[in-house]
């Protein structure tokens, strides 16, 4: 391979927010260029929590993929596939299973927090404790060299590279360690001022049209010490600045900073500029998912497209594992 190859994939659980646009799809576009990228919709994976409910999973998939479309993600550039769709992961996600010791992944940080995160679904599930290894599966059937992450998921790669070594040690050198792409995002924050989530309905979600998301926006927290336009307020510590220091141009970053703190400009009209900024910056994703909204059948020829690459390459990767573990 001319490039090195980075993997990375997510549940389809629900719509995709701001938050996912600077955390992830954002960084995954730039890599386009720089990377042989392999991006994922990980079905297997959102079973792992909602298995109660599975009725949405497939629509959540096409409008998941829609909005990667719409940021910009390539698939002339990018290999794009379902997970369920390539069976290959399933059989080395068990054959990594006999070899992973259970305190691995009694110890996985994540596991212990959204067991509490999560206490009204049952997660005392086999499949939730395994989910790592199922993840790490999804990595090293690329043989990728990296996996674009937050700096809260490099105990995941972390545990992936622990599999390799323990794998390669006892079957030979098949699988390379990836390594974790460390990836800088800004923190962004739902109109509650609580992490965005769908689960928390503070999301501003990348199909929301202009009406909805300055609909949102006009809810937003700001400083919740400003009681009143003729209190000065800190922008610091307002949810609002924080999205203008995104959105909007420096001047504007600049004024706004001055006025509040003056207060010669109240939270409704701060909220209005910031808006109109971020509806104008989501422009041409309004115009791209339009696009893929009425050709839904170029969509889903782009996962059939990619699927098979993607199980093209999983096959001749069980290929080398089944001679190696002598199955």
């Known amino acids: 391979m001319s ?117 009204n679904k049952d997660l005392s599930t086999f499949g939730f404790l395994g989910y790592p290894v199922l993840q790490a599966a999804d990595i090293i059937m690329y043989k990728a060299h990296g996996v674009p992450v937050g700096i809260d998921q490099v105990p995941h790669v972390e545990l992936t590279r622990e599999i390799v070594r323990r794998f390669n040690y006892m079957y030979g050198d098949v699988f390379v360690e990836p390594k974790a792409i460390l990836t800088e995002t800004p923190k962004l924050l739902g109109s509650d ?71 010669e400009i109240g939270c409704v009209q701060c909220k209005k500029l910031m808006a109109a900024n971020l509806t104008a910056q989501l422009e041409p994703i309004y115009e791209k998912r339009v696009h893929f909204e009425k050709n839904r059948d170029e969509v889903e020829d782009i996962i059939k497209t990619g699927s098979d690459k993607a199980r093209e390459v999983a096959k001749a990767t069980m290929e080398e594992v089944r001679a190696a573990v002598k199955i």
């Open 193 to 263: 001022n609580r992490k965005m989530s769908k689960s928390y309905q503070n999301a501003i979600n990348l199909a929301d049209p202009p009406d909805v998301v300055s609909q949102k926006v006009s809810v937003m927290i700001t400083d919740p010490q400003r009681m009143r336009k003729k209190d000065p307020g800190d922008p610091d510590i307002c949810n609002v600045y924080s999205f203008h220091k995104i959105y909007s141009p420096p001047e504007m970053v600049e004024q706004v900073n001055k006025e509040c703190r003056a207060a």
């Open 3 to 119: 490039k090195q190859r980075i993997l990375s994939g997510m549940r389809p659980t629900g719509p995709l927010h701001l938050g996912h646009l600077h955390g992830a799809l954002a960084n995954w576009k730039d890599m386009q260029d720089k990377y042989d990228c392999f991006y994922f919709i990980a079905d297997w994976h959102a079973l792992t929590t909602n298995y109660e409910d599975t009725s949405n999973t497939a629509a959540f998939r096409t409008e998941m993929m829609i909005d990667w479309l719409s940021v910009g993600l390539d698939p002339a550039k990018s290999t794009f596939f379902v997970q369920s769709e390539v069976k290959e992961h399933a059989e080395l996600f068990l054959i990594l299973s006999m070899i992973t010791p259970v305190p691995w992944l009694e110890r996985n940080p994540t596991y212990k927090d959204q067991i509490v995160q999560m206490e």
